[in-house]
């Protein structure tokens, strides 16, 4: 059995320049970008033993949250890309809900499918609807197929130029 958890939410106050994390602690965020087709962020990770700034961004039409994070020097990441599987509500302060399951990616090589299990003793324990959970493996589904197509390039296949801030 999994650590039960109802889906975490968080919320991204583009005027406020804050990221509410998932525990509710309020975190200062350097840079949001608002497009067409999603939401920029760019921030510090703060008392993480590996990963020191977090750039993600928020696609409501595919129901994704794509990261590239920076480790802390002499840490090593084992994906380049991490996908969580969300539902992303636009606005004036963006609202994701994680829907459990997540996609690492090692560009070019190959990626993983994580937490199957939590996703499955969530909807089992009535934290999560049937639709959601179907809504969930229906996006990891054509993620995984489009992500193997595109030879592991996560941004070839969504066809959005996604751009990150490499001197953060």
């Given at each position: 059995m999994t650590d039960l958890h109802p889906p975490k939410i968080?919320?991204?106050?583009?005027?406020?320049?804050?990221?509410?994390?998932?525990?509710?602690?309020?975190?200062a965020v350097d840079r949001y970008v608002p497009t067409d087709f999603g939401l920029y962020m760019a921030r510090p990770l703060d008392g993480h033993p590996n990963i020191g700034y977090f750039?993600?961004?928020?696609?409501?039409?595919?129901g994704l949250r794509v990261g590239r994070w920076r480790a802390h020097p002499g840490q090593r990441l084992d994906h380049d890309v991490y996908i969580d599987i969300v539902d992303?509500?636009?606005?004036?302060v963006w609202r994701t809900v994680d829907l459990y399951l997540d996609i690492l990616v090692r560009?070019?090589?190959d990626l993983?499918?994580?937490?199957?299990?939590?996703i499955?003793?969530?909807?089992?324990?009535?934290?999560?609807?049937?639709?959601?959970?179907?809504?969930?493996?229906?996006?990891?589904f054509s993620a995984v197929e489009g992500i193997a197509a595109a030879g592991y390039d996560v941004e070839a296949w969504l066809g959005i130029p996604l751009t990150?801030?490499?001197d953060a």
């Open positions: 968080e919320l991204f106050d583009i005027a406020g320049m804050t990221n509410t994390d998932p525990k509710g602690i309020v975190r750039r993600s961004w928020l696609l409501p039409e595919h992303v509500e636009p606005g004036p560009d070019g090589v993983r499918v994580l937490d199957t299990d939590e499955l003793d969530a909807q089992n324990a009535g934290l999560l609807d049937r639709v959601s959970t179907e809504r969930a493996f229906e996006r990891t990150w801030d490499d």
